[in-house]
């Protein structure tokens, strides 16, 4: 039977590259929402990598001049579909806090979201799909409409990262497993700890980003090729794509000159003021950082984006004897640093320490009584080393003993007593891994997306940029292998 698939398509091209080897082994009719800028469009509308039989570009049915919102039908929709639209909204990374060129009004904010979810409505109701593939979501847009997928019986497939590097999974909610809900029929393979942490070196999530930071968009010649393709294009996006609003050729260089000069700023407050010799002897919990603009705070957990007022709960909440070593995540160099102010911040709470991001995040995790994180993997690799910890959203480890789900904020000081005397079972651990073993498979994701980033992205410098057949047919060849055996995995799922 024919499968009608989905794609949302954006300038990460994996997907796109999925489907052509998914369509030569089964039985299918791909449609796609193409959510690009200017530049890639002609690709797009020219390829027979990947027939479609219909495809729809995001931004052609946005009319960024409407202004006033139908708040009937907004109201009706979140009814319809139980989608909070302003948690998702305000959490964009564009409508609020982050954006440097532009500040959207109510008004305009709505109305964007008023044609996004008609827009949707009428997709879904023409192309009436089985499955939905497509990468983790990290806007509100693309959410929205996972969200309505999930609402509407159509199964999303994402392919993601199970808190470990070099696996990948693909599952309906990201970094869950679909039939995972407790570990006690789980047969494990009677690993000891030791064994367990050689596991988690071997797969260590740290150490595939950080090899991605260091190659990705930090070449000079990438940024100097991305800012001359920029300088020298027609920039007509400011016009029609409200997510370039704002952003003339003025405004962009003027910000990366003086973000570039924040950056050494901040990086220098940094190296003159976190601590490099961390006391380990003293009784501490830990709470690393997390990246901020990142989808594990924005989306995964939207009620606790503010990560300084984290801390400050934390600090409050804390036995007497104990102190709270905060560590800068090294991956926040990618957005600039924080602003020195908000290290200041840290530093002036008496209880709680600055810890530099140079400094050993296993040295701190084995060493302290208790991990915090809000939606990251520093939880989980707590586990370990014996460790429990402390998540503020339901994450896919959650279902561990050793790990405590935060509930109302003022319970947090009971709680925290309650986690410092948890003796870690690893057992556990043991059983947990083994599921994640069986049900997950071989697969650098970010490995691969560097790779993509080099060859299309001025290594991410720029992602509107021309892409040619030609280029196009060179990285599908390059990656016949990858590709081959990660469509075998869909075509898989998809023929359940």
Known sequence: ??????????????????????????DCENFAIIDIPEKPRDFF???????FKKSWFFHDHIDVNKSKPNLDYISKFEKKYDINLWKL????????????????????????????CKLFEKILDESKPDFLIMKETFMHKDEIFYQMCIKRNIKPLILNQPNIGYRCMISEKL??????????????????????????N???????????????????????????????????EINTHYTYFGRNRLKVLYNEITHELKRKSRKSFIDKNAITKVNLREKFLYFPLAVEEERNILISAPFFTDQLEIIK???????????LYVKEAPGQAVRYWRPISEYKTIMEIPNVHLIHPSFDNVELIKN???????????GFEACFYNKPSIVFVDIGYSVLPSVFKIGEIEKLPALIKKAINHKVDSKYLDRYMTYLENNSFDFDYM??????????YFGGSSQNVLISEKKMKQFLQNHNTEFNSLADKFVKRLLI
Not at 1 to 24: A, P, R, V
Not at 179 to 188: A, K, M, P, V, Y
Not at 220 to 231: E, I, T, V
Not at 447 to 456: A, I, R, S
Request: hydrophobic residues 35%.
């Open 45 to 51: 509308k020219t390829q027979d990598f990947l027939k």
């Open 175 to 200: 970094r869950h497993f679909d039939t995972l809900d407790s570990l006690e029929n789980i047969d494990g393979k009677n690993r000891t700890i030791e064994e367990l942490q050689q596991v988690l």
């Open 1 to 26: 039977m024919t499968k009608k698939i989905f794609y949302w398509l954006d300038t990460t091209l994996l997907h796109f590259c999925l489907g052509h080897f998914i369509e030569q082994k089964i």
């Open 447 to 456: 490995g691969y997306l560097t790779e993509e980033l080099d060859h299309f």
């Open 313 to 323: 709960n934390i600090a409050k909440s804390l036995p007497i004897d104990y102190k």
């Open 89 to 116: 909204a305000l959490n964009d990374r564009l409508f609020f806090r982050f954006n440097k060129f532009y500040k959207f009004s109510r008004d305009e904010i709505l109305s964007i979201v008023e044609q996004e």
């Open 202 to 236: 071997s797969l260590n999530l740290s150490n595939q980003a950080k090899n991605m930071i260091n190659k990705s968009g930090t070449s000079k010649r990438g940024k100097f090729s991305a800012m001359f393709d920029y300088m020298k294009s027609s920039n007509n």
């Open 368 to 378: 302290s009584s208790l991990v915090f994180t809000v939606s990251g993997s520093s």
